[in-house]
């Protein structure tokens, strides 16, 4: 695997396996193949710890990569990647995850911030010892009947109505992310948290 000294990464959240891939769990990986298809990227491949594809677009190179690890392990493979790489997670790192606190078909640019008990998001921050890093939070909305476990919840597809709405947000989701690409995570959370 390349590693660009001045690629940006976009680490898209997820599980592997055909068991989990229309899973609210997995709207990350959705999101990352949106991505490479708008950008004309070549298909992903595994290698190591993730499956990945790489291009320049909007004035940079950028890295796409999906952990293999598993939700809860994606810091694992974020650490791989950077043993081959410089690169400061502030300004160079865009992590793609599900959030149960937005609903279907929002989503929201953060700088850096807690977990919120999102497993991926914990694993991330123990591999780079820091919550400083950017992340695109896409909606899956939370079961409205409490005795739903959020772990259930994450793990099942959404009806064919949230899964319309989360797909509609896409287009906008990749506005966020060349905005991030081109300008930072503050213009991208200026110009996309707005509504």
């Known amino acids: 695997m390349p590693a660009s000294g001045d690629?940006?990464?976009?680490?898209?959240?997820?599980?592997?396996?055909?068991?989990?891939?229309?899973?609210?769990?997995?709207?990350?990986?959705?999101?990352?193949?949106?991505?490479?298809?708008?950008?004309?990227?070549?298909?992903?491949?595994?290698?190591?710890?993730?499956?990945?594809?790489?291009?320049?677009?909007?004035?940079?190179?950028?890295?796409?990569?999906?952990?293999?690890?598993?939700?809860?392990?994606?810091?694992?493979?974020?650490?791989?990647?950077?043993?081959?790489?410089?690169?400061?997670?502030?300004?160079?790192?865009?992590v793609l995850v599900d959030d149960v606190s937005l609903p279907p078909g929002r989503i929201r640019v953060r700088a850096k911030g807690s977990a919120g008990g999102h497993n991926g998001l914990e694993s991330v921050a123990e591999s780079l010892?820091?919550?400083?890093?950017?992340?695109?939070?896409?909606?899956?909305?939370?079961?409205?009947?409490?005795r739903i476990a959020l772990v259930d919840w994450v793990l099942a597809r959404m009806p064919r109505n949230e899964e319309e709405m989360t797909l509609a947000a896409f287009p906008r989701a990749v506005e966020a992310v060349e905005h991030w690409l081109e300008h930072g995570v503050e213009a991208a959370m200026n110009r996309f948290n707005s509504n």
């Open 129 to 146: 010892e820091s919550d400083v890093y950017a992340r695109l939070r896409i909606g899956v909305g939370r079961p409205e009947d409490e």
């Open 7 to 94: 690629a940006r990464l976009v680490l898209a959240l997820g599980n592997p396996g055909d068991r989990y891939r229309d899973t609210r769990h997995n709207v990350g990986w959705w999101l990352a193949d949106r991505l490479a298809v708008t950008w004309g990227l070549d298909p992903f491949e595994p290698s190591g710890p993730t499956s990945w594809t790489a291009g320049r677009t909007h004035g940079r190179s950028v890295e796409i990569h999906k952990p293999l690890t598993y939700m809860n392990r994606s810091g694992r493979a974020l650490a791989a990647l950077l043993e081959r790489r410089t690169l400061d997670p502030a300004t160079d790192l865009l």
